[in-house]
């Protein structure tokens, strides 16, 4: 099975930055080309949300709530989704997911928490 690698996430304050990276380290690169990648999260008591997704072109969607401080990026020769998170604020906090979408089926990572608090 697919199992995507999510780095871990973390504390950050108000106003910070951090950076998440998703790898699937068990295809080969001309397979992870094909698929669209994202993030989602999922706060306590809410349903997961999308965060940002790109295609296997590049093309990028992003939430309205994230737009103009979230960035995501793909590098297909290392098979790795990025997701850059600037001016975090306490509404951002929740467990992060990696995604990977082939138009048929989506595949989770495991989730990796970030929390916004000062």
């Known amino acids: 099975q697919v199992r995507l690698v999510e780095s871990v996430g973390g504390l950050v304050q108000p106003g910070g930055s951090l950076r998440l990276s998703c790898t699937i380290p068990r295809i080969i690169t001309s397979t992870f080309n094909q698929y669209q990648m994202g993030w989602y999260r999922q706060a306590p008591g809410l349903e997961r949300e999308m965060v940002a997704t790109i295609t296997s072109s590049h093309v990028t969607n992003y939430a309205d709530s994230v737009k103009g401080r979230f960035t995501i990026s793909r590098d297909n020769s290392k098979k790795t989704v990025s997701l850059r998170m600037n001016n975090l604020k306490p509404e951002d906090t929740a467990v992060y997911y990696c995604?990977?979408?082939?138009?048929?089926?989506?595949?989770w990572g495991q989730g990796t928490q970030v929390t916004v608090s000062s």
């Open positions: 995604s990977r979408d082939d138009g048929s089926q989506i595949v």
